[in-house]
C-alpha cells in the first residue's frame, strides 16, 4: 500500500506551517498517533479523517486518496453548472481538453517507447 493519506495529510501539515503538536491538539489524538498515520503506521477511523477534512478544509475522498479533486466545495454538479455557464467556444474546448485528458490517462507515458 502506497499511504496516500498519510502523504496527503503530512503534506497538507508542511504546507500550512503546522506542527504534528498543533494539529494533533485540535484532532483530539497524540502527536505520536499523528505521526504514525502520517506513516501508514496507524489507519485511523473514518471521524478522525473528516475531522482532519474539516481542519485543513479539503475533501475527505481527496484526503482519503478517492479523488484527485481536493476542494470541499466542488463536485459534479457544481462542475455541470460551471460548464453549462460557458459559451459554446469554450465548452468545445473543455471537451477536447477532458478527452485529451483521457487519453493521458488511458495511455501513461511510462509505456511510450523512446526510440532515440
Same mark, same amino acid.
Given at each position: 500500500m502506497?499511504? +496516500?493519506?498519510g502523504k496527503r495529510l503530512k503534506q497538507l501539515r508542511i504546507e500550512t506551517n503546522r506542527t504534528? &503538536? &498543533? $494539529?494533533? /491538539? &485540535? +484532532? /483530539? $489524538?497524540?502527536?505520536a498517533t499523528l505521526s504514525r498515520y502520517e506513516t501508514g503506521e496507524f489507519e485511523p477511523p473514518i471521524t478522525t479523517v473528516a475531522d482532519l477534512a474539516n481542519y485543513f478544509n479539503v475533501s475527505l475522498d481527496w484526503l482519503a486518496g478517492n479523488s484527485e479533486i481536493r476542494d470541499p466545495n466542488i463536485n459534479s454538479h457544481k462542475l455541470l453548472e460551471l460548464y453549462n455557464?460557458?459559451?459554446? &467556444?469554450? /465548452? +468545445?474546448q473543455v471537451f477536447t481538453f477532458i478527452n485529451y485528458l483521457k487519453y493521458l490517462n488511458d495511455n501513461p507515458l511510462d509505456n511510450f517507447v523512446n526510440d532515440s
Open positions: 502506497d499511504n +496516500i493519506f504534528q &503538536e &498543533e $494539529v494533533s /491538539k &485540535e +484532532i /483530539k $489524538v497524540t502527536r455557464s460557458l459559451p459554446s &467556444e469554450h /465548452k +468545445i
